[in-house]
Protein backbone atom coordinates (compact mmCIF):
# COMPACT_ATOMS: atom_id res chain seq x y z
CA UNK A 1 0.00 0.00 0.00
CA UNK A 2 1.52 3.34 -1.26
CA UNK A 3 0.90 6.39 0.74
CA UNK A 4 1.88 10.06 0.68
CA UNK A 5 5.21 10.75 2.06
CA UNK A 6 8.17 12.13 -0.37
CA UNK A 7 9.86 13.78 2.24
CA UNK A 8 8.46 12.06 5.61
CA UNK A 9 7.34 9.03 6.56
CA UNK A 10 4.90 9.93 8.96
CA UNK A 11 2.09 9.34 7.35
CA UNK A 12 3.24 5.95 6.37
CA UNK A 13 4.13 5.34 9.69
CA UNK A 14 0.55 6.02 11.01
CA UNK A 15 -0.81 4.15 8.71
CA UNK A 16 0.87 0.99 9.27
CA UNK A 17 0.94 1.15 12.98
CA UNK A 18 -3.13 1.48 12.63
CA UNK A 19 -3.81 -1.15 10.14
CA UNK A 20 -1.12 -3.69 11.61
CA UNK A 21 1.09 -3.75 8.84
CA UNK A 22 4.19 -6.48 8.91
CA UNK A 23 6.58 -3.75 6.46
CA UNK A 24 6.38 -0.10 6.93
CA UNK A 25 8.88 1.59 4.51
CA UNK A 26 9.75 5.55 5.23
CA UNK A 27 12.12 7.63 3.79
CA UNK A 28 14.46 8.13 6.84
CA UNK A 29 15.11 4.78 7.32
CA UNK A 30 17.18 1.87 4.96
CA UNK A 31 15.73 -1.13 4.02
CA UNK A 32 16.69 -4.40 2.48
CA UNK A 33 14.69 -5.94 0.13
CA UNK A 34 16.38 -9.06 0.44
CA UNK A 35 16.05 -9.55 4.26
CA UNK A 36 12.38 -8.70 3.69
CA UNK A 37 12.20 -11.48 1.12
CA UNK A 38 13.53 -13.99 3.08
CA UNK A 39 11.05 -12.82 6.23
CA UNK A 40 7.94 -13.36 3.98
CA UNK A 41 9.40 -16.68 2.50
CA UNK A 42 9.98 -18.07 5.74
CA UNK A 43 6.69 -16.92 7.29
CA UNK A 44 4.89 -18.12 4.25
CA UNK A 45 6.56 -21.93 4.57
CA UNK A 46 5.91 -22.00 7.82
CA UNK A 47 2.06 -21.35 7.34
CA UNK A 48 2.13 -18.19 9.51
CA UNK A 49 1.05 -16.14 7.03
CA UNK A 50 -0.72 -16.17 2.98
CA UNK A 51 -0.45 -12.23 3.17
CA UNK A 52 1.63 -9.77 4.39
CA UNK A 53 1.09 -6.09 4.50
CA UNK A 54 3.60 -3.49 3.39
CA UNK A 55 3.07 0.66 3.89
CA UNK A 56 5.32 2.16 1.54
CA UNK A 57 5.49 6.15 1.76
CA UNK A 58 6.52 7.40 -1.76
CA UNK A 59 9.64 8.37 -1.27
CA UNK A 60 10.97 5.09 0.25
CA UNK A 61 9.91 3.76 -3.56
CA UNK A 62 7.55 2.51 -5.64
CA UNK A 63 4.92 -0.22 -3.80
CA UNK A 64 4.74 -1.28 -7.44
CA UNK A 65 8.04 -1.81 -8.33
CA UNK A 66 9.19 -3.27 -4.53
CA UNK A 67 5.42 -5.90 -4.85
CA UNK A 68 7.76 -6.80 -8.27
CA UNK A 69 11.02 -7.28 -6.82
CA UNK A 70 9.55 -9.10 -3.55
CA UNK A 71 7.50 -11.59 -6.22
CA UNK A 72 10.37 -12.10 -8.13
CA UNK A 73 12.58 -12.92 -5.02
CA UNK A 74 10.14 -14.80 -3.48
CA UNK A 75 8.34 -16.67 -5.82
CA UNK A 76 5.29 -15.43 -4.05
CA UNK A 77 2.75 -13.65 -6.19
CA UNK A 78 1.99 -10.27 -4.80
CA UNK A 79 -0.86 -7.56 -4.83
CA UNK A 80 0.50 -5.63 -7.09
CA UNK A 81 -1.35 -5.93 -10.15
CA UNK A 82 -4.58 -5.35 -8.35
CA UNK A 83 -3.27 -2.35 -7.34
CA UNK A 84 -1.31 -1.30 -11.05
CA UNK A 85 -5.18 -1.57 -12.31
CA UNK A 86 -7.06 -0.22 -9.69
CA UNK A 87 -4.71 3.15 -9.98
CA UNK A 88 -5.38 2.89 -13.86
CA UNK A 89 -8.88 2.51 -13.64
CA UNK A 90 -9.28 5.30 -11.21
CA UNK A 91 -7.16 7.65 -13.83
CA UNK A 92 -9.51 7.23 -16.35
CA UNK A 93 -12.79 7.75 -14.51
CA UNK A 94 -14.16 10.85 -15.28
CA UNK A 95 -16.15 11.46 -12.05
CA UNK A 96 -13.47 11.70 -10.23
CA UNK A 97 -11.73 14.96 -10.32
CA UNK A 98 -9.87 17.53 -8.00
CA UNK A 99 -10.21 21.21 -8.17
CA UNK A 100 -6.78 22.52 -7.36
CA UNK A 101 -6.29 24.86 -4.14
CA UNK A 102 -6.04 28.70 -4.93
CA UNK A 103 -2.53 30.12 -5.70
CA UNK A 104 -2.45 32.04 -2.52
CA UNK A 105 -2.59 28.80 -0.78
CA UNK A 106 -0.09 26.63 -2.18
CA UNK A 107 2.56 26.00 -0.92
CA UNK A 108 5.96 24.88 -3.08
CA UNK A 109 7.87 21.80 -1.05
CA UNK A 110 11.34 21.10 -2.30
Known amino acids: LEVMGRHSGWLALITGMSGGAE ?5 EEL ?3 EKMAREIRAMYEENQKRYVLIVVAEGAGSAIEIGIRLEEKTGIETGRRCSAISSAAARRRSWIASTPAPSENRRRWH
Open 23 to 27: YILVP
Open 31 to 33: YSL
